[in-house]
């Protein structure tokens, strides 16, 4: 097992079959709202071939779903993606795939209008966020556009992201911005995000190939 390998099993431990999931539901509604800074930005995507990384069970998919044409679901749990098939059955527009839990393998190169990930990368390791830059520029077509949800907290390194408020990996707006550059990632706007009571601990990044 490589080392990102190793980042992502003990990132993804956690969330297996976690109870996270059925108590977020009741507050899936203020994120679709205007007020909120997530749901403008994702109003700038492309939503013809779009594709939710970490979906979880599906309660933001809900939402856009009927506003998609093809839309892919990916997680790296085949227990999330079981509780979206029978959630989502009665769209068939729908494909549901698998993943190592650092890329977006199999989908094909530039066959992406959007890509799109929201409350899982605020706990990706360093390494797996910048995975994910890099094969976004991959599986974007050209003016293609992600909207990512990540950590704004330089957490230490050297303990479990689970003792970080909110359990926030660690990442910065700097940082995050260096990878989108090297990955070839162009950032039309960032925002902060204060999360439960801690101010700027997140960010909202638009980016576009």
């Not at 939503?47 to 009927?66: D, F, K, P, Q, S």
């Amino acid at each position: 097992m490589n080392s990102i390998e190793q980042s992502v099993q003990v990132v993804a431990e956690a969330w297996k079959q976690s109870t996270y999931y059925e108590d977020a539901e009741a507050w899936t509604f203020i994120f679709w709202s205007e007020g909120h800074p997530f749901y403008p930005l994702f109003k700038h995507l492309d939503l013809t071939n779009v594709l939710e990384l970490a979906c979880g069970h599906g309660r933001h998919t809900e939402v856009i779903a009927g506003g998609t044409t093809k839309l892919i679901l990916m997680d790296v749990h085949d227990e999330n993606l079981t509780y979206c098939r029978s959630r989502l059955a009665s769209f068939n527009h729908i494909e549901f795939c698998k993943n190592n839990g650092f890329d977006f393998k199999p989908v094909d190169n530039n066959s992406l209008n959007s890509v799109f990930c929201y409350d899982a990368m605020v706990h990706f390791s360093p390494d797996i966020v910048q995975s994910y830059l890099r094969d976004t520029a991959r599986v974007l077509k050209p003016g293609g556009m992600a909207l990512y949800h990540h950590s704004n907290y330089p957490a230490p390194l050297d303990r479990h992201y689970g003792q970080n408020p909110h359990a926030r990996n660690h990442m910065t707006e700097m940082l995050f911005r260096q990878y989108a550059n090297e990955a070839g990632l162009t950032i039309v706007e960032t925002v902060p995000l204060t999360w439960g009571d801690v101010e700027d601990l997140d960010r909202l990044t638009l980016l576009v190939r």
